[in-house]
């Protein structure tokens, strides 16, 4: 990773001087910035760390719409977002939905006709599928070899994140194996706890969160796991139990749904006994996901199932709110063994896809400004930008390591950055590392270990006709039958309504169809 400082120094370089430009543009233009001034850098600018050149262009004006995960986010004068726009040489407009209402706007926007040039959309929804085949948004599989970061994209994960081996959107890249089980190591020690290497070790934690008084206080204010509307720590906690991820092998060598297997039944049952026993907040089905992780900062939760990498920010909020020190605050560990070992939920490879809307794109000029863009996004020097900021306001280099600056307690430093980070694909040269702290060490640790439990998808890469038509009516139905299930609304006659009701309303023909495709997958 050496030579990584050098870049960071060029960048914060080209920084000030966009940031003299743009001041300069101001004060002749009355305050607007889209007169033609620095243009970013070659489309290889990642690699070689150097400037811009100049261009005549004139600012490509751009709207993106991304996940959000805070309430407090970048506004037009964020310097995290003028040091993009100068570096692209555009004009952006970003629309922020929050995380939890995301599918609900998607769905609404694509709907609605009126698309942003650029949106992260869900390679799987079935909203997306039907609006990319009736030609709402470009092919982009033929451009991608012209551009030096956009052809170094995984063939594998441009497999699974295509619809009908068409390129409909650039996917995000995930590390594969990027879950954990997240701890508050204080309460950890202070009750002589051991990490979990079975699921009833992590029962048996959750229960001491609860019931032995972990922070001390006399109080009955603590409890094991907490948990949003966000569905993702059920997905993660299933297959624990040997619960497929999605679809699965039966006997025979069909595909099975998830839903309908042995295995997640076991795993609803132990989650009924979470929520029965108070290990988990009795409010879970309706919590936003945008304070997720407030519980347990606060005290209140001690355990966190999510992507591993979640215990770093964790600890950083927990850092500012209760002293700085060199031990963390937290533990991240990989999943309990279960009945069938030690398992784990992987990501796909990506989280979503970065779309282009013909409706904003009109023609393949503008398309090819627009991945001009996108391409830049993965030099090092976006990479780095989006991640962690401004150099010398929001991160600091120590010799080849990222150490970053902004702490979860100044709102206004934070909000600069917040989210921006979404729209990268991390496709092509890789950017510095985070310094070898502590916490940063035991989550590179469970993610690379990760990569030998995971449990793959046999059905990621196939596309349903049946799902594109009726998927979200039967997601919502197998969703909202686990909520009421764990809840205790239902019982297993409950469960077992709500499979048939699934199969009645298009499910038999889903399985008949991904079956079907993938039996000619095969051959």
């Known amino acids: 990773m050496k030579g990584y400082g050098k870049r960071g120094s060029n960048l914060a370089a080209l920084l000030l001087a966009a940031a003299m430009l743009l001041s300069l543009l101001s004060a002749c233009a009355g305050g607007k910035t889209d007169d033609p001034g620095g243009e970013p850098a070659a489309q290889n600018g990642g690699s070689s760390g150097q400037p811009p050149e100049q261009s005549k262009e004139e600012p490509l004006d751009l709207t993106i719409m991304v996940p959000a995960f805070n309430t407090e986010l970048p506004g037009e004068d964020s310097p995290v977002l003028k040091a993009l726009e100068a570096y692209t040489n555009t004009n952006i407009t970003m629309q922020f939905v929050p995380n939890s209402s995301y599918p609900d706007k998607m769905n609404i926007t694509l709907a609605s006709g009126q698309l942003p040039h650029i949106m992260v959309a869900d390679r799987a929804s079935a909203s997306f599928i039907n609006a990319a085949r009736n030609g709402a948004f470009w092919e982009l599989g033929p451009y991608l070899k012209d551009y030096p970061n956009l052809s170094q994209a995984n063939p ?184 069938k070992g030690q398992r784990d939920m992987p990501t796909s490879g990506y989280s979503g896809v970065l779309a282009v809307s013909k409706s904003a794109v009109k023609n393949e000029e503008q398309l090819k400004r627009v ?16 991640s962690y900021g401004v150099e010398g306001r929001h991160y600091e280099m120590n010799g080849d390591y990222i150490k970053v600056l902004t702490t979860p307690d100044n709102v206004g430093l934070v909000s600069e950055l917040e989210s921006m980070n979404q729209m990268l694909m991390f496709i092509g040269p890789e950017m510095p590392t985070l310094e070898p702290t502590a916490i940063n060490t035991m989550v590179d640790e469970v993610q690379k270990a990760n990569e030998a439990i995971v449990v793959a998808n046999p059905a990621e890469p196939l596309i349903s006709e049946v799902y594109a038509q009726k998927g979200q009516q039967l997601d919502n139905i197998v969703a909202d039958a686990r909520i009421k299930y764990i809840v205790g609304q239902i019982d297993d006659q409950g469960l077992l309504d709500a499979e048939n009701l699934w199969l009645k309303s298009g499910g038999q023909e889903y399985i008949d169809e991904i079956n079907k495709l993938y039996e000619a997958a095969k051959q």
């Open 371 to 386: 991945l001009d863009f996108l391409d830049k996004l993965n030099d090092v020097e976006m990479q780095t930008l989006l």
């Open 156 to 339: 594998i994960v441009l497999n699974n994140s295509s619809i009908d081996g068409k390129t409909y959107g650039i996917y995000r890249g995930r590390v594969l194996g990027r879950m954990g089980v997240t701890l508050n190591a204080d309460w950890m020690k202070k009750l002589g706890l051991e990490p979990p290497k079975t699921i009833d070790e992590f029962y048996n934690i959750l229960k001491a969160f609860k019931e032995d008084d972990p922070d001390g206080n006399g109080k009955d204010d603590t409890y094991g796991i907490v948990v949003t509307k966000y569905a993702g720590p059920w997905d993660i906690m299933q297959v624990w139990f040997g619960a497929p991820n999605k679809w699965g092998e039966g006997a025979d060598g069909r595909l099975v749904p998830t839903h309908m297997t042995p295995e997640y039944k076991e795993a609803l049952k132990f989650f009924r006994k979470l929520y029965e026993e108070g290990l988990v907040n009795e409010d879970f089905a309706v919590m936003d996901s945008a304070v997720w992780n407030d519980p347990f900062v606060n005290g209140q939760a001690g355990a966190f199932v999510d992507v591993a990498d979640n215990a770093r920010r964790l600890d950083g909020a927990m850092q500012e709110k209760y002293g700085k020190r060199d031990e963390p605050y937290t533990a991240v560990y990989q999943a309990p063994a279960g009945p």
